[in-house]
């Protein structure tokens, strides 16, 4: 699944042209829990996987703009999970976010998978509360599960296509975007 994002913005599949740039914002996104270039490759190589980046330009207009996020989903039927999720913060507050969540759903569901999984930073209040709105609810927690020895929740969307239809694929003007928890965002990367 590809699209608008909002004016100014689209969403497609990532391809091994993206990884310096989805690089570059993992390493800056993520300094301490940053995954190497080898892993990114090695999940865009398995079949299971499928990773979106959103870029700036105009959907339909000449070239595009460069990487301003991008998103992970790991897709067995009937189970998926959320492998990792980063947005620039130059661009925080435009729906992006809000749209890649709805973007892997909905990957997720086209898998014939009923049940999405993720890892998130328990002092990352704005990603909880994103995926809320999506239906995620809290399953569990792994003690100490970041590098600094913060939690991770675990999250559990039962019914991803509800999930969509509930929402409306969110609201770009709600978005919550993710970064650094000293920013009182958080910073959330679901590494599986």
């Known amino acids: 699944m590809a699209g608008d994002v909002n ?7 990532m391809t091994d042209f993206d990884l310096p740039a989805v690089m570059e914002l993992e390493r800056t996104m993520f300094p ?3 995954w190497s270039e080898d892993m990114m490759c090695s999940e865009l190589a398995e079949p299971t996987r499928h990773y979106f980046v959103a870029c700036r330009g105009e959907v339909g207009g000449e070239g595009e703009g460069p990487v301003v996020a991008y998103a992970g989903l790991r897709a067995v039927a009937p189970h998926g999970d959320v492998q990792t999720i980063a947005v620039d913060r130059a661009w925080w507050g435009r729906g992006i976010a809000t749209a890649l969540v709805t973007t892997m759903l909905s990957e997720a569901y086209s898998r014939a998978v009923n049940e999405v999984d993720l890892e998130v930073r328990a002092d990352n209040l704005r990603a909880r509360e994103l995926y809320r709105r999506f ?3 809290d399953v569990g927690i792994k003690r100490g599960y970041y590098r600094d020895g913060v939690d991770a929740i675990v999250m559990r969307c ?4 509800a999930a969509i ?8 003007g709600e978005a919550l975007e993710f970064g650094d928890p000293a920013d009182t965002a958080g910073d959330d990367e679901e590494n599986a």
Do not use: H
Request: a neutral charge.
């Open 7 to 13: 004016r100014g913005f689209r969403i497609r599949p």
């Open 32 to 34: 301490d829990d940053a």
């Open 135 to 137: 239906g995620f609810a």
């Open 158 to 161: 039962s019914a991803p296509a």
């Open 165 to 172: 239809a509930a929402t409306g694929g969110g609201e770009p």
